[in-house]
Nanobody, 119 residues
Framework: QVRLVESGGGLVQAGGSLRLSCATS????????MGWFRQAPGKAREFVSG????????TYAHSVKGRFTISKDNAKNTVYLQMNSLKPEDTGVYYC????????????WGQGTQVTVSS
């Protein structure tokens, strides 16, 4: 059974950077796409960025475009989210998730990692 494990969260000042990692464990990753989502206190979870596993096609939420970069290391079965120029509104719990095929929902989720950006 595949598990997703996020790491790299923490406390950073506005304008700073963090890099999140999402490692798969259990068996070799074979899904279609991996995404990053976040949830701020009192708000709904929102899509941040995604990357297709084979083609490396990336997508970003408008709010993070130009500041965040998603990447992957197929050999390590790991996806990264480089977050630069962080803003207080980027604060939240960040989750990675897997979409098995293009028409399926994201149905495998990690436990989340907290990102806090102070002003």
């Amino acid at each position: 059974q595949v598990r997703l494990v996020e790491s790299g969260g923490g406390l950073v000042q506005a304008g700073g950077s963090l890099r999140l990692s999402c490692a798969t464990s259990g068996r070799t990753f074979s899904g279609y796409k991996m995404g990053w989502f976040r949830q701020a206190p009192g708000k709904a979870r929102e899509f941040v960025s995604g990357i297709t596993w084979s083609g490396g096609i990336t997508t970003y939420a408008h709010s993070v475009k130009g500041r965040f970069t998603i990447s992957k290391d197929n050999a390590k079965n790991t996806v990264y989210l480089q977050m630069n120029s962080l803003k207080p509104e980027d604060t939240g719990v960040y989750y990675c998730a897997v979409k098995a095929v293009p028409t399926s929902p994201y149905d495998l989720w990690g436990q989340g990692t907290q990102v806090t950006v102070s002003s």
